[in-house]
T-cell receptor
Framework: GAVVSQHPSWVICKSGTSVKIECRSL??????MFWYRQFPKQSLMLMAT?????????EQGVEKDKFLINHASLTLSTLTVTSAHPEDSSFYIC????????????FGPGTRLTVT | SQKIEQNSEALNIQEGKTATLTCNYT??????LQWYRQDPGRGPVFLLL?????KEKRKERLKVTFDTTLKQSLFHITASQPADSATYLC??????????FGRGTSLIVHP
């Protein structure tokens, strides 16, 4: 089946610094990638949708200047959390979708971000 | 506003029994509904998809039903095993193919 990887799997950073998370589709071309955030015992909340080569579409309430998304190729999307604060600590998960099966999303293993 | 409800209380069952999880929704006309499995500290894994015009779908020990009149889906795991213990997420999507997720129900299968 389709595989999506994320790197790093966990990261601890100091308040005020920026962190970049990578999401890669390993064996298929992902025309669309999604970024989610999940707090403990909560549902996945969609942050933004990115299509290869175009600007990301952010959900209401998500600051696009704080959460920078780049989808430069059909296999790579990055999420940069700029000037991170403790309240940004969360589990960030990406997913990818190919053109052939738009119903199916393949999720990465997630990245645990802790901001101290 | 759109709402997806899954039982927040964990479901505890004995090994070998059938686990049944419920997903109810309001203010939504989904084109399809999906069920995912999520283990602690991991991303969700897709299990089954059922379309609005389908009543039931099966895959090995899994069965999903979809009642658009009741606005409810039931997810069954037959002959449950301790390895089935996880959180199960329900997700609904319309024509945009972008699913909205419920909070999930934790299933604990006791040996």
């Amino acid at each position: 089946g389709a595989v999506v990887s994320q790197h790093p799997s966990w990261v601890i950073c100091k308040s005020g610094t920026s962190v970049k998370i990578e999401c890669r589709s390993l064996d298929f071309q992902a025309t669309t990638m999604f970024w989610y955030r999940q707090f403990p015992k909560q549902s996945l909340m969609l942050m933004a949708t990115s299509n290869e080569g175009s600007k990301a579409t952010y959900e209401q309430g998500v600051e696009k200047d704080k959460f920078l998304i780049n989808h430069a190729s059909l296999t790579l999307s990055t999420l940069t959390v700029t000037s991170a604060h403790p309240e940004d600590s969360s589990f960030y998960i990406c997913s990818a979708r190919d053109q052939v099966q738009p119903y199916e999303q393949y999720f990465g293993p997630g990245t645990r971000l802790t901001v101290t | 506003s759109q709402k997806i409800e899954q039982n927040s209380e964990a479901l505890n069952i004995q090994e070998g029994k059938t686990a049944t999880l419920t997903c109810n929704y309001t203010n939504y006309s989904p084109a399809y509904l999906q069920w995912y499995r999520q283990d602690p500290g991991r991303g969700p894994v897709f299990l089954l998809l059922i379309r609005e015009n389908e009543k039931e779908k099966r895959k090995e020990r899994l069965k999903v039903t979809f009642d658009t009149t009741l606005k409810q889906s039931l997810f069954h795991i037959t002959a449950s095993q301790p390895a089935d213990s996880a959180t199960y997420l329900c997700a609904l999507a319309g024509g945009s193919y972008i699913p909205t997720f419920g909070r999930g129900t934790s299933l604990i299968v006791h040996p």
